[in-house]
């Protein structure tokens, strides 16, 4: 917010300079963001008076004008501007002055552009006249009287003054970050009273009386309310309206504070708002027929104009204002085309409404259009302000002799706002803030903020005023404590603890996956939880999946953002896909990241959230035994040495057959704990990658849940082992798992171990047929094995093999 220090001064007396105030307010609370000082730039630009005009000789568009400075001599100056004539009181920057510009065509020096002697077609000017824009306002807040040529100034001032000093342009904006939850900043009162707490004056209100007639409101305007949505509506009516130029002092303000000034009945509610911070708009009573006034929401399908010449779609969410007839005005947003002020308007009403502020803010986002005052609502605003700001706005009507004031108002306000009292311990202050103050201090400064305490000793029961809705419990209140004793005053100590910092099992294991990974060459990456819907259309999954229950955003940014991701997979493909796009022949990444799913069991509860770790690679000497192998390993850190793959078909992700959910078997259950395989071609096609990918995807949770990493201690062998090596013909679709399961059954204790070496698919091999080569040791723990021994597991085995799997030996 843009709060000029001139202004603030009209209501608090402050005698410092701009950087100690500046340094005072922040240290008091306060975020400020920019100090610049008003209409910089301006050296040795004056007042003057045009005295005559004469045709230029050389050229029929310009014309060459005698002004009178102040100073015995005339000064010739040369202009182009249509909208001057003789008697016009005019900004004149003569020879070797400076202004902020821009100006075409003149030389660029450090202070600004500077104005030097010349010629115009053979005439001698000794400078120019200045247009506001020349004089550093910007376009936007130019007055409408002097958007167009140069700038005539119509106030009573002396020739031959510093323009500066004579329109009052010397001053100091500051630009304060106001936060959402102190909307009673969003005012020049408002940052007044902090000024006036932080330097302890007091603080001086506006005049807000006026002298009004005989007529009453009452008998010119009925308002009835039918929403909640609207907290209190006030309304006063104006007769007699004169519209016309506001007085500078009033255009000033305004553009000092980032507004155009436009008219006076215009200008003069946008002054209270911006010295109030209560919203205030104007109808011409002409549009306003029944001369009633009814606040309700907006009919489905309803159809609007608004001031800015906009046709609006409404829903049942927006609260409207309505005449006896129809919509004048969207309730807290904008009025409509209608309704407005015109120049031939004669009367007035003036609405101070408060409006809910949750309401307007979903009305402001789903028309897509905020304002000055739909901002203000959507943070709240004090209904108690509304008559305070309508009087306000009446006093202004009079002072600028603007039109005569009805009697009365017509006020609707069923639930009047009050605050609730809190009760603040002195002796939790000081703990909190570590000092040790008074509770007289603490006194004062709830006081300056104007707040009423009461009660006794260690208690005090603080009611804080109504426009300070961010005062709720004890620590808000310590906190003011805080601000006004100074931040920079408050000792800094570090807090006493004897805790000692551990790390949960969850985060080893998952400290341990990284370590791993890395140490096998996979780079992490890390992705956005908010993710598309059509992540998951990308990758195959059905429509009935587990993996559809996505936690929708309340939100979103956008449709790339709408949900939270189920599983990490399709940020994988992502990320792949990026680096392939790039050229990058070979990529190995994981990530290790949270997934969420839909509470099915309460749709009002938090969703399911787990960890998941992701597996992804491509490249040349890449294959699907690469990414088993890693995953076989990681596992086994992990704490899971008992696996098996068995092989998955129907899952769209995956290409069939090349495709293993993975399963750990445990001492009491076998469980599922993630599937792994290459990408479906379709899945592949989808993200633009041309070669084949790799994934593994696993459920942490249930690893971290079934993780033995106990380490047992086993005495070394004593006995020697002997070992036999075979070459199995099976089917070519027949697992390997089932084959290791079927030695393992027909094996004794003898079986230390067996070991897959070798797959062949060749001219050797019959179509339809594979070669599985294993090793197998054998080792007795109470003595050495003999042939006979080890051949009569053995031959157990191979018969079981021939029996069950079909499998035959194959010569090595």
């Not at 309310?225 to 006063?236: I, Q, T």
């Not at 709720?472 to 006493?496: C, H, Q, S, W």
């Not at 040495?641 to 090349?658: D, Q, T, W």
């Amino acid at each position: 917010m843009l709060v000029s220090l001139e202004w603030i001064k009209d209501y608090t007396d402050i005698n410092v300079n701009t950087t100690e105030f500046c340094d005072r307010m922040v240290m008091s609370g306060s975020n400020l963001e920019t100090c610049t000082e008003f209409c910089s730039g301006i050296v040795g630009v004056v007042v003057g008076k045009i005295e005559k005009i004469e045709k230029h000789p050389e050229a029929d568009k310009l014309v060459i004008c005698q002004l009178n400075v102040g100073k015995d001599d005339l000064v010739q100056i040369v202009t182009g501007a249509d909208n001057i004539f003789e008697g016009a009181i005019v900004p004149v920057a003569l020879q070797n002055s400076r202004i902020p510009g821009p100006l075409h065509g003149a030389p660029k020096s450090e202070g600004g552009v500077k104005i030097t002697k010349g010629k115009l077609r053979g005439v001698v000017s000794n400078g120019m006249l200045c247009s506001a824009g020349e004089l550093g306002l910007d376009d936007k807040v130019v007055p409408i009287a002097h958007r167009d040529g140069i700038w005539i100034i119509e106030e009573e001032v002396k020739l031959g003054e510093d323009i500066t000093t004579a329109l009052g342009l010397n001053d100091s904006i500051i630009d304060f970050e106001i936060t959402p939850n102190r909307p009673d900043c969003l005012s020049m009162i408002g940052m007044a009273r902090e000024a006036a707490a932080t330097f302890n004056t007091k603080l001086n209100y506006p005049k807000n009386d006026c002298k009004e007639s005989d007529e009453k409101t009452q008998d010119y305007l009925e308002v009835e309310v039918k929403s909640d949505l609207c907290l209190r509506y006030s309304a006063r009516v104006i007769k007699d309206v004169k519209i016309k130029q506001s007085p500078w002092w009033l255009q000033k303000r305004l553009i000092k504070a980032g507004m155009r000034p436009i008219n006076n009945i215009v200008d003069i509610t946008n002054f209270v708002m911006m010295e109030y911070g209560q919203p205030l708009h104007a109808f011409d009573i002409r549009g306003i027929e029944g001369n009633k006034i009814v606040v309700d929401v907006a009919k489905k399908g309803e159809k609007f104009t608004t001031l800015d010449e906009v046709e609006r779609n409404l829903s049942e969410n927006i609260l409207m204002i309505y005449d006896a007839k129809k919509a004048v005005a969207i309730a807290g947003i904008m009025g409509g085309l209608d309704s407005g002020i015109m120049n031939d308007t004669t009367t007035v009403v003036i609405e101070s409404a408060t409006f809910n502020k949750d309401g307007i803010r979903k009305a402001s986002k789903e028309l897509a259009h905020r304002t000055e005052a739909s901002g203000r609502y959507e943070k709240g605003i004090d209904p108690n302000l509304c008559e305070e700001a309508a009087d306000r706005v009446c006093h202004l009507v009079e002072l600028t002799e603007s039109g005569t004031v009805l009697k009365g108002s017509v006020d609707v306000y069923p639930n009047k706002y009050v605050s609730a009292p809190v009760e603040v311990r002195v002796d939790r202050v000081n703990k909190v803030l570590g000092i040790e103050v008074e509770r007289k201090f603490m006194t004062d400064v709830f006081e300056s903020l104007e707040m009423k305490v009461s009660g006794d000793g260690n208690i005090m029961t603080v009611t804080p005023p109504t426009i300070r809705q961010d005062l709720i419990i004890e620590e808000d209140f310590i906190e003011e404590v805080a601000r006004m004793y100074g931040y920079e005053n408050l000792p800094t100590t570090l807090p006493k603890s004897n805790t000692v910092s551990g790390e949960s099992e969850h985060r080893k294991l998952r400290n341990i996956a990284r370590e791993a990974l890395c140490s096998m060459g996979f780079n992490e990456i890390q992705t956005y939880s908010f993710v598309s819907p059509r992540g998951i259309d990308k990758i195959n999954i059905d429509e009935d999946s587990w993996e559809r229950a996505f936690v929708e955003l309340i939100n979103p940014l956008g449709d790339e953002n709408s949900v939270m991701r189920t599983i990490l997979t399709p940020n994988m493909m992502e990320v792949l896909s990026r680096n392939y796009s790039r050229k990058i022949g070979k990529v190995s990444a994981f990530e290790i990241g949270n997934t969420f799913i839909k509470n099915f069991i309460d749709p009002n509860g938090l969703p399911d959230e787990n960890y998941s770790i992701c597996l992804g690679m491509y490249g040349d000497d890449v294959d699907f035994f690469s990414l088993k192998g890693a995953t076989k390993e990681l596992l086994s850190l992990l704490g899971i040495e008992k696996l098996s793959f068995i092989s998955e078909k129907e899952y769209g992700v995956y290409h069939p057959g090349r495709c293993a959910r993975i399963v750990a078997h445990t001492k009491d259950e076998d469980v599922e704990i993630g599937i792994m395989g290459e990408i479906h071609p379709d899945v592949m096609e989808n993200y633009g990658i041309g070669q084949r990918v790799y994934v593994c995807e696993l459920m942490f949770e249930t690893i971290n849940e079934i993780s033995d990493r106990e380490i047992v201690f086993s005495q070394l062998p004593k006995y020697p082992s002997t070992s036999r090596d075979i070459a199995l013909l099976v089917e070519e679709n027949l697992e390997v798992a089932k084959i290791e399961e079927t030695i393992r059954e027909a094996s004794t204790e003898i079986l230390e171990s067996l070991k897959m070496f070798d797959i062949y698919k060749g001219k050797q091999v019959a179509d339809g047929k594979k070669s599985v080569a294993y090793s197998l040791t054998y080792r007795h723990k109470d003595k050495t094995l003999t042939d006979a021994d080890v051949d009569k597991v053995h031959e157990n085995i191979l018969k079981a093999l021939e029996s069950k799997l079909n499998a035959t030996l194959r010569d090595m």
